[in-house]
């Protein structure tokens, strides 16, 4: 159980710089843990987690096809939105199936963050954590 450092006395904020993938890495990681915005998992992180540095095979190459995707994913629903606010030409047939497809893309994310967690290999990581708390 967590124990919460003040909560009701927040008022400082840090400032951290990351590159696309570590963002990237960071939302993957928070929404696998349920966490609905960066802050509260960035906090709880950094307080109560452990820090392990692992190598993993291809990371790099995951990370940066799945920040390529991310802005890929992002520049396509906003133009979506844009068609499904101000399109008066299409019917609400169309406009619908936009929005379907909006909804499809975001699961196609979705599942491509489940991959990732699935084919990267943590068994090393789990070891390092192992050996760590003996």
């Known amino acids: 159980m ?11 904020s840090i400032k951290v710089w990351v590159s696309d993938e ?4 960071v939302e ?4 696998h843990y349920c966490y609905r915005r960066l802050a509260p998992y960035i906090r709880d992180a950094a307080i109560y987690e452990r820090v392990t540095n692992v190598e993993v095979k ?7 096809a799945y920040a390529e995707n991310t802005r890929e ?7 979506i939105r844009h068609i499904c606010k101000f399109a008066t ?6 406009r619908q199936e936009l929005l379907h497809l909006m909804k499809a893309i975001y ?8 991959l990732i967690d699935k084919k990267l290999d943590l068994e090393v990581w789990q070891e ?3 050996n760590k708390s003996k």
């Open 107 to 114: 699961k196609k994310q979705n599942k491509m963050l489940d």
């Open 58 to 64: 291809g990371e790099k190459e995951i990370l940066n």
């Open 2 to 12: 967590k124990h919460y450092l003040n909560p009701d006395q927040r008022r400082k």
């Open 89 to 94: 030409q299409i019917s609400e047939r169309d």
């Open 28 to 31: 993957a990681k928070a929404h």
């Open 128 to 130: 390092i954590n192992r």
């Open 22 to 25: 570590e963002r990237a890495l």
């Open 73 to 79: 994913v992002k520049s396509i629903v906003k133009d």
